[in-house]
T-cell receptor
Framework: DQQVKQNSPSLSVQEGRISILNCDYT??????FLWYKKYPAEGPTFLIS?????DKNEDGRFTVFLNKSAKHLSLHIVPSQPGDSAVYFC?????????????FGTGTRLTIIP | KAGVTQTPRYLIKTRGQQVTLSCSPI?????VSWYQQTPGQGLQFLFE???????NKGNFPGRFSGRQFSNSRSEMNVSTLELGDSALYLC????????????FGDGTRLSIL
């Protein structure tokens, strides 16, 4: 049972435009969410996180939006740059319920077209 | 500051054998977590060790085990290897552990023949 779903395996975006990566979850106990970026042959690197008490968190070109009623979060990258080409994973935990194990989605491969 | 180091980077084994993977966390980090990455499955949590104690465990069979030493270095062992164990095994460290943002190593690619 995939509790965190990234339904788009791949996404191509023109350089300079906005990239929007989506993530859906089914477990209503999830209350903390993170995004990681992964380049080939390297481990994932942490990008940005959001707690369920907020609906938006911004860090430079990266913004994460959380819609709790829809159990949906999205990562916006503006403007997209060639170095953003990577696989992006969203992850979730139920920290308020004492479960800090991270559940990851299957990833979305983002390709930025120059 | 050195990052998370995983050894070896690549490993080829045959069915039925056992394997031990090693992870050296960032200096000062007390938590080490292990993940399995396979195509189409994303990263699946194996277990977390914090100050030499297993703090969390994922839904993997008992063939998968781990330990952490007093210097926070960790090892993961898989016994009686199966073809389905072929995967990238990632180790991640953090100071507080749990769901805090983690620093990942580059992984060990395990291939079972």
């Amino acid at each position: 049972d995939q509790q965190v779903k990234q339904n788009s395996p791949s996404l191509s975006v023109q350089e300079g435009r906005i990239s929007i990566l989506n993530c859906d979850y089914t477990n209503s106990m999830f209350d903390y969410f993170l995004w990681y970026k992964k380049y080939p042959a390297e481990g994932p690197t942490f990008l940005i996180s959001i707690s369920s008490i907020k609906d938006k968190n911004e860090d430079g070109r990266f913004t994460v939006f959380l819609n709790k009623s829809a159990k949906h979060l999205s990562l916006h990258i503006v403007p997209s740059q060639p170095g953003d080409s990577a696989v992006y994973f969203c992850a979730a935990s139920a920290r308020s319920f004492g479960n800090e194990k991270l559940t990851f989605g299957t990833g979305t491969r983002l390709t930025i077209i120059p | 500051k050195a990052g998370v180091t995983q050894t070896p980077r690549y490993l080829i084994k045959t069915r039925g054998q056992q394997v031990t993977l090693s992870c050296s966390p960032i200096s000062g980090h007390r938590s080490v977590s292990w993940y399995q990455q396979t195509p189409g499955q994303g990263l699946q949590f194996l277990f977390e060790y914090f100050s030499e104690t297993q703090r969390n465990k994922g839904n993997f069979p008992g063939r998968f085990s781990g330990r952490q030493f007093s210097n926070s270095r960790s090892e993961m062992n898989v016994s009686t290897l199966e073809l389905g164990d072929s995967a990238l095994y990632l180790c991640a460290s953090s100071f507080l552990g749990g769901d805090q943002p983690q620093h990942f190593g580059d992984g060990t690619r395990l291939s079972i023949l």
